[in-house]
Nanobody, 120 residues
């Protein structure tokens, strides 16, 4: 009932930048949070950054100062600006969003993932 579509992944050299986008659509009454997770080769999925309705943000220590999460509430879209990328940032990045449907039921949805590869 909620679809998340990510875009913006790709291949970049170390030190470069990428901007990920994730647009939510469906029977959404309100979104309480949107965030990004990542899963590197042979690793568990980990939180990268999250932003709430009140624009509070939280970042993984490994990305603080390099990544910035932002949100366009009118478009139900979240962005992740990634600067000073490192090879260890290589992963599949997943969008996650939670909130309330028009049916007054909660939702917690995931995108299909977008690959980010940082070459050294």
């Amino acid at each position: 009932q909620v679809q998340l579509v990510e875009s913006g992944g790709g291949l970049v050299q170390a030190g470069g930048s990428l901007r990920l986008s994730c647009a939510a659509s469906g029977s959404i009454f309100s979104i309480h949070f949107m965030g990004w997770y990542r899963q590197g080769p042979g690793k568990q999925r980990e939180l990268v950054a999250v932003i709430t309705t009140g624009s509070s943000t939280n970042y993984a220590d490994s990305v603080k100062g390099r990544f910035t999460i932002s949100r366009d509430a009118a478009k139900n879209t979240v962005y992740l600006q990634m600067n000073s990328l490192k090879p260890e940032d290589t992963a599949v990045y997943y969008c996650n969003a939670g909130g309330i449907l028009w049916a007054k039921l909660p939702f917690d949805s995931w995108g299909q993932g977008t690959q980010v590869t940082v070459s050294s």
